[in-house]
């Protein structure tokens, strides 16, 4: 899926947590469900969580879109 950057912010999620599942979604070694409970600490400095959001949302959907056909 490439690698993702994001803009980081005054408080956001934690660099290393996000930067580890997307090294997952990378490497394809992470399951829908997975993406979906994934939970990360709010830090100062961190990425923008509504972009960590939205990304993790299109790997949910590119997992379904996979699953249908």
Do not use: C, P
Request: net charge negative.
């Amino acid at each position: 899926m490439g690698r993702k950057l994001f803009d980081v912010v005054f408080r956001g999620y934690d660099r290393r947590q996000v930067d580890a599942i997307w090294a997952r979604v990378d490497a394809n070694a992470i399951t829908r469900d997975e993406v979906r409970e994934a939970a990360f600490d709010v830090v100062v400095r961190g990425y923008d969580r509504h972009q960590v959001h939205a990304a993790l949302a299109d790997v949910v959907k590119t997992f379904e879109e996979r699953s249908e056909g």
